[in-house]
């Protein structure tokens, strides 16, 4: 069975331009979770779908971040325009339940320049 | 306000060691507190969890103790080998929130021949 996929791997953009992230969580997942490690600090909640709704966004940093998920199967994370304190690694992770293990995809690292 | 604090930020054990990592919390609602290893390029995994209703909690080499009093907990490898070498976070969450997990800031863990 595949775990959650993430694309791309890296992705290295100028400040002020677009970026979209993808996430595929495990097939029948209803719950999907963005999350975020800046510069080796701590991984931070940025928000839960449950199916196509979501549930939390209160980790989202502002409004330039847009998450969607369409159909309740993947994820996109949207970052426009994106600013230099926006490097990190995001990482997804989806669930079947909200109150079973979550498995985490192996993140996308963002690079502003 | 770092609500889980994780210490210490790197460690080096030689094989055969005991590899200790610890966490404090501030938050008295949480409760569910697991630990996760991450291997470079891949994304944090569940390795071990403890709720607070136990003192502690075995699997294999890994151990959690947990200090409800002093709002504490921590992970204990015995018996530590090579590839055991990893970043490990610890967590925390409380009911209703489950996979809203709050990190610490991760420990890079070597374990030297």
């Known amino acids: 069975e595949a775990g959650v996929t993430q694309f791309p791997s890296h992705s290295v953009i100028e400040k002020g331009q677009t970026v979209t992230l993808r996430c595929d969580p495990i097939?029948?997942?209803?719950?999907l979770y963005w999350y975020r490690r800046v510069m080796g600090k701590e991984i931070k909640f940025l928000l839960h779908?449950?199916?196509?709704?979501?549930?939390?966004e209160s980790g989202m940093p502002n409004n330039r971040f847009l998450a969607e998920r369409t159909g309740g199967t993947y994820s996109t994370l949207k970052v426009q325009p994106a600013e230099l304190e926006d490097s990190g690694v995001y990482f997804c992770?989806?669930?079947?339940?909200?109150?079973?293990?979550?498995?985490f995809g192996q993140g996308t690292r963002l690079t502003v320049v | 306000q770092q609500q889980v604090k994780q210490s210490p930020q790197s460690l080096i054990v030689q094989k055969g060691g005991i590899s200790i990592i610890n966490c404090a919390y501030e938050?008295?609602?949480?409760?569910?507190f697991p630990w996760y290893q991450q291997f470079p390029g891949k994304g944090p995994a569940l390795l071990i969890a403890?709720?607070?209703?136990?003192s502690e909690k075995k699997e294999g080499r890994f151990t959690i103790s947990f200090n409800k009093s002093a709002k504490q907990f921590s992970l204990h490898i015995m018996d530590s080998q090579p590839g055991d070498s990893a970043t490990y976070f610890c967590?925390?969450?409380?009911?209703?929130?489950?996979?809203?997990?709050?990190f610490g800031a991760g420990t890079r863990l070597a374990v030297h021949p």
């Open positions: 967590a925390a969450s409380k009911t209703g929130g489950y996979n809203k997990l709050i």
């Open positions: 097939s029948g997942h209803d719950n």
């Open positions: 992770a989806s669930s079947q339940q909200e109150n079973t293990e979550a498995f």
């Open positions: 938050n008295t609602a949480f409760d569910y």
């Open positions: 779908f449950v199916k196509e709704s979501k549930q939390d």
């Open positions: 403890i709720r607070p209703d136990v």
